[in-house]
């Protein structure tokens, strides 16, 4: 039954679960995790054919408790409101989970965007965004949207360009969004962010040792065999990293079908292959399975579904193989898949926590956007300066002379170097809260789920106290 339920009430069965382990008063745990505010409008597009078409927008502010809000924005044919708010509520409780003070927001255009001209996308985003203006749903204070399924660093540009057309005269406007190019305000590794947070989260979970002996694996992330469902961006680069972790990808599935190999998948050739023939059907190194469904029950150690949510359901749960779900999307799990796969005794690692490397990349972006200076720009040269100094009194102190390779370590961050070194710590800390509070509370009922609700439930219910605003 609850799986007819909408993906709003489904967030909130995660919700109410885990508010059950807490003793905040129900007032305050009702206005935690009721949707401040959400704005449906539609508006008028011209298609290149002339054509008039109306299309249907949303924007929601789940929670106010931090500003600005923030979350992404996605262009999907399954877009609603029901989506959106259920989207922006994970984004609340996933920024109070990773220390990001923000409260949670989310967006959407209901479209198929492979249907529209890039010309076209771009009038639709300029036209989103000056709805979002009209309503004071945008700014570097209020609301900053990012990245989500079916956008990225263009529409990014667009939405900026346009919220910066509209308010030229102000110095902060440049952080009313994250996720733009390089080269408009945007940074290093944020493209990267949420499949690396993935690979970093992952590799921060297999090093528990008891947690990976309970479930019957070795520790470590080292030679542990990967499934992964989508290959978008998030799918995309959770791959490569992992890859690069010495993780062994071995099925990757997409809408049209699943391509699988045993032995492990060369990501970089999967990628190609796919940008040149716009699926990954019969790529040549690997056994194409037709039935998309199939690549969430492929035999493998890590499932990681990086598509869309709903994904494992009641239905298919029973046939999941994998001894841990990474979530790398959002909501992908349904609340009775989630019972299904602890009873089996998969270790459940949520998408409040695993995929809050976008967010917490984004935060920095806008954190540069308002410090109005790249990271590493001051600091850098004169980090480098003193550590050869040091390098250089050690050689003469003791005669030895560094090889160049020894050198290498010697530069000063930059940042690429800052950023991935945040979004490391950012995972790690976040996880060994969420393993303490399990430690803490000492029974099965609050699993890696529930421990991250308690963790964001209380996170907000202190800065709502804090705040005082109960008059
Ligand atoms: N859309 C991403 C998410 O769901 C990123 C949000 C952001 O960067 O604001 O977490």
């Given at each position: 039954m609850s799986e007819s339920l909408s993906f709003f009430k489904k967030v909130n069965q995660n919700f109410d679960y885990a508010a059950q382990f807490t003793d905040h008063p129900t007032g305050l745990l009702d206005q935690i995790k009721i949707c401040n505010s959400s704005?449906?409008?539609?508006?008028?597009?011209?298609?290149?054919?002339?054509?008039?078409?109306?299309?249907?927008?949303?924007?929601?502010?789940?929670?106010?408790?931090?500003?600005?809000?923030?979350?992404?924005?996605?262009?999907?044919?399954l877009v609603n409101e029901d989506e959106i708010m259920a989207l922006a509520a994970l984004m609340t409780y996933k920024c109070a989970l990773v220390d990001i003070p923000f409260g949670g927001a989310k967006g959407g255009i209901q479209l198929d965007r492979n249907e529209y001209s890039d010309t076209e996308l771009e009038r639709i985003t300029r036209r989103y965004t000056y709805e979002l203006i009209q309503k004071n749903y945008i700014g570097p204070g209020i609301d900053v949207p990012a990245p989500d399924?079916?956008?990225?660093?263009?529409?990014?540009?667009?939405?900026?360009?346009?919220?910066?057309?509209?308010?030229?005269?102000?110095?902060?406007?440049?952080?009313?969004?994250?996720?733009?190019?390089?080269?408009?305000?945007?940074?290093?590794?944020?493209?990267?962010?949420?499949?690396?947070?993935?690979?970093?989260?992952?590799?921060?979970?297999?090093?528990?040792?008891?947690?990976?002996?309970?479930?019957?694996?070795?520790?470590?992330?080292?030679?542990?065999?990967?499934?992964?469902?989508?290959?978008?961006?998030?799918?995309?680069?959770?791959?490569?990293?992992?890859?690069?972790?010495?993780?062994?990808?071995?099925?990757?599935?997409?809408?049209?079908g699943v391509v699988y190999n045993p032995?492990?998948?060369?990501?970089?050739?999967?990628?190609?292959?796919?940008k040149e023939n716009a699926t990954i059907r019969n790529f040549p190194d690997a056994i194409y399975i037709e039935n998309p469904n199939e690549g969430l029950e492929l035999e493998c150690d890590i499932l990681i579904p990086a598509a869309l949510e709903n994904q494992i359901t009641e239905e298919n749960a029973p046939r999941i193989k994998a001894r841990i779900i990474g979530e790398a999307a959002n909501g992908p799990?349904?609340?009775?898949?989630?019972?299904?796969?602890?009873e089996k005794g998969a270790?459940?690692?949520?998408?409040?926590?695993?995929?809050?490397?976008?967010?917490?990349?984004?935060?920095?972006?806008?954190?540069?956007?308002?410090s109005h200076v790249r990271f590493g720009r001051i600091g850098k040269r004169f980090e480098e300066t003193t550590y050869n100094a040091m390098l250089?009194?050690?050689?003469?102190?003791?005669?030895?002379?560094?090889?160049?390779?020894?050198?290498?370590?010697?530069?000063?961050?930059?940042?690429?170097?800052?950023?991935?070194?945040?979004?490391?710590?950012?995972?790690?800390?976040?996880?060994?809260?969420?393993?303490?509070?399990?430690?803490?509370?000492?029974?099965?009922?609050?699993?890696?789920?529930?421990?991250?609700?308690?963790?964001?439930?209380?996170?907000?219910?202190?800065?709502?106290?804090?705040?005082?605003?109960?008059?």
């Open positions: 704005c449906h409008f539609t508006f008028p597009i011209k298609r290149d054919n002339g054509d008039i078409e109306t299309l249907h927008g949303w924007r929601a502010e789940h929670s106010h408790h931090q500003l600005p809000t923030k979350g992404g924005i996605r262009y999907s044919t399924f079916g956008t990225g660093e263009d529409e990014m540009a667009w939405i900026f360009d346009t919220y910066i057309t509209m308010s030229p005269d102000k110095l902060d406007a440049i952080a009313c969004v994250t996720g733009k190019p390089i080269n408009q305000n945007g940074i290093e590794g944020r493209k990267e962010a949420t499949g690396r947070g993935v690979a970093f989260g992952l590799e921060e979970v297999c090093n528990y040792a008891d947690d990976m002996k309970n479930i019957g694996l070795e520790t470590g992330i080292q030679g542990k065999t990967v499934a992964i469902q989508g290959f978008g961006n998030v799918g995309y680069h959770a791959a490569k990293f992992l890859f690069e972790k010495d993780a062994i990808v071995v099925g990757i599935s997409e809408i049209d032995k492990g998948i060369d990501i970089d050739k999967l990628s190609d292959y796919s799990t349904t609340f009775k898949a989630h019972s299904i796969l602890k270790l459940i690692i949520p998408d409040t926590y695993l995929n809050a490397g976008g967010v917490t990349v984004s935060y920095f972006e806008w954190l540069r956007n308002l250089r009194a050690v050689e003469n102190a003791t005669g030895y002379q560094f090889t160049d390779t020894e050198r290498m370590i010697v530069h000063g961050a930059d940042e690429t170097d800052l950023v991935n070194s945040g979004l490391q710590d950012t995972m790690i800390n976040a996880y060994q809260e969420i393993r303490e509070i399990q430690l803490q509370y000492g029974i099965p009922e609050v699993d890696c789920r529930a421990a991250a609700f308690i963790n964001a439930i209380d996170k907000i219910a202190h800065s709502y106290l804090q705040l005082g605003i109960f008059p």
